[in-house]
Structure formats: structure tokens, C-alpha cells
């Protein structure tokens, strides 16, 4: 389950602090960095609104952050922890996993809903946050509708969670049909993976083809339009269990 957290943004509406007096807080260990965004965002933990209050009024009553710092405990904060000088990791926004991977935010949006995506921290106005992993949970996702199997996306994810309690020993049970459910799966994606593969072959030849009459087309009867070469399949080599074996 995702930890609820403050975006700088919803943590300090309403509010215009300095840059300055911020950093201090972060850095006297106040206010807590769980994370940050792509564009550099910072993001805090559960308690920093309250935390933030609290030391607002003491701030207006004359306290300097160091002071409330050393006092912390007697008025009802949490012990301060400085910062180790520990990278603060970097979280994605909706959009930035839409586009890592192609496709729509409005997709990720309904995937995440689903819980076929999960979010690492879900900050307090709403807003999903996610790691790396999740970027490629949504990838798997996002093939699955290249093969045509947008239908059996859920299937993965039902799949893919059930696999995973079995694995850490939490059931015994019902294993067999499992397996059975999980081959059967893997057999139909199997399936839509060569008929694309086949298909991208096809047209590769077809396109080659296509490519020189165009050229002659262009030479016959437009010369002066530059030709413009169709831009070439990388071809990516994987390795098997028996070549990767021969090293």
C-alpha cells in the first residue's frame, strides 16, 4: 500500500516561504524529504503539515528553527532526524510513465486505478507517485495492447499477483490449476508474439519494395524532391539458454 505523503506544492499552500528557511528545516531534520519528481520537486512525509504548523507558531513566537529543534520532543514533534547525505529518490508522475512507455496518461490513470500499476507514494491531495518498477508493470501492460491482448490485461495482473503470493509461500493450495492457467496464458502471448513478428517481416519486404518504386517514381517524374530514405529496423540480437551457455 502506498504511503501518503505532501507534494512543496500542497505542503506549503497558502504559505511563501524563503528557499532559505526550508533547507534549514530539512536540513535540522523538521521537515522530512521522502522523495522528489523529475523536475526536482521535493516531496515530504505524512506528518510534515502538522510538523510545519506547529513550528510556524513557534517560529512567530520568536524561536529560531535550531531552538526547535533541541526542543522538539517537549512540544510535540517528532524527534528530528538530519539528513545523511543520502540521495533522495526520484519518483514519476502519471505523465512521465506515460511517456516513458507511450502511451496516453489517461491509460496509466486507468491502470493505477485498477492496481495494475501501483504507486510507491500517494501524496495528500490525490496525486500517485511512482519508481521504476512500476514504470515497467505498465510497459507489460502497454505490449499486451500492442499484441492485441488488450482483454487479457487484467489476466496478467491477476496472474502476475497470484504467482507472487504462491511464491512467498503464503498459499499451497490450488497451485496446479494455477500453473495450468499461468502456461495457458503464456502459450496465447506466445502466439500473438509470432504473429506480429511474422507481420513486421511481411512488411518489411513490403515496405522495401514499396521504397523502390517510389524511388523510381521520384527519378522518373520529381527529381527535384529529395528522396528520403525510410529509416531502417535495428535488428536486436537475444540471447538463448544454449548461446548465452557457449561463454
Known amino acids: 500500500m502506498a504511503r501518503e505523503t505532501w507534494t512543496w506544492a500542497e505542503l506549503f499552500a497558502g504559505l511563501d516561504p524563503t528557499p532559505a528557511f526550508v533547507d534549514e528545516l530539512e536540513r ?54 538530519r539528513r545523511l547525505g543520502r540521495r533522495t529518490p526520484t519518483l514519476l508522475r502519471v505523465d512521465d510513465v506515460a511517456r516513458a512507455i507511450g502511451v496516453e496518461p489517461a491509460k496509466v490513470e486507468v491502470w493505477h486505478g485498477a492496481g495494475w500499476v501501483i504507486a510507491q507514494l500517494v501524496t495528500e491531495g490525490g496525486v500517485p507517485m511512482f519508481s521504476q518498477r512500476a514504470v515497467e508493470q505498465a510497459r507489460a501492460l502497454a505490449d499486451l495492447a500492442t499484441l492485441g491482448l488488450d482483454a487479457d490485461v487484467a489476466t496478467w495482473a491477476g496472474l502476475a499477483a497470484r504467482l507472487a503470493r504462491y511464491e512467498a509461500g ?21 502466439g500473438a508474439s509470432d504473429r506480429l513478428r511474422l507481420a513486421v517481416r511481411r512488411w518489411a519486404k513490403r515496405l522495401a519494395a514499396f521504397d523502390k518504386r517510389v524511388e523510381r517514381v521520384r527519378r522518373l517524374h ?26
Open 170 to 190: 503464503a498459499e499451497g493450495e490450488g497451485a496446479d490449476a494455477l500453473v495450468r492457467e499461468a502456461s495457458d496464458f503464456a502459450r496465447l502471448v506466445l
Open 222 to 247: 520529381a527529381p527535384e524532391v529529395a528522396r528520403v530514405k525510410p529509416r531502417r529496423r535495428v535488428r536486436t540480437h537475444v540471447p538463448t539458454r544454449s548461446t548465452s551457455r557457449k561463454s
Open 28 to 81: 535540522l531534520g523538521l521537515l522530512r524529504v521522502v522523495a522528489q519528481d523529475k523536475r526536482g520537486e521535493r516531496i515530504y512525509d505524512a506528518d510534515a503539515r502538522d510538523t510545519l504548523e506547529r513550528v510556524m507558531v513557534l517560529v512567530e513566537a520568536g524561536y529560531e528553527p535550531r531552538d526547535i529543534a533541541v526542543i522538539a520532543h517537549k512540544v510535540g514533534l517528532k524527534e528530528p532526524k
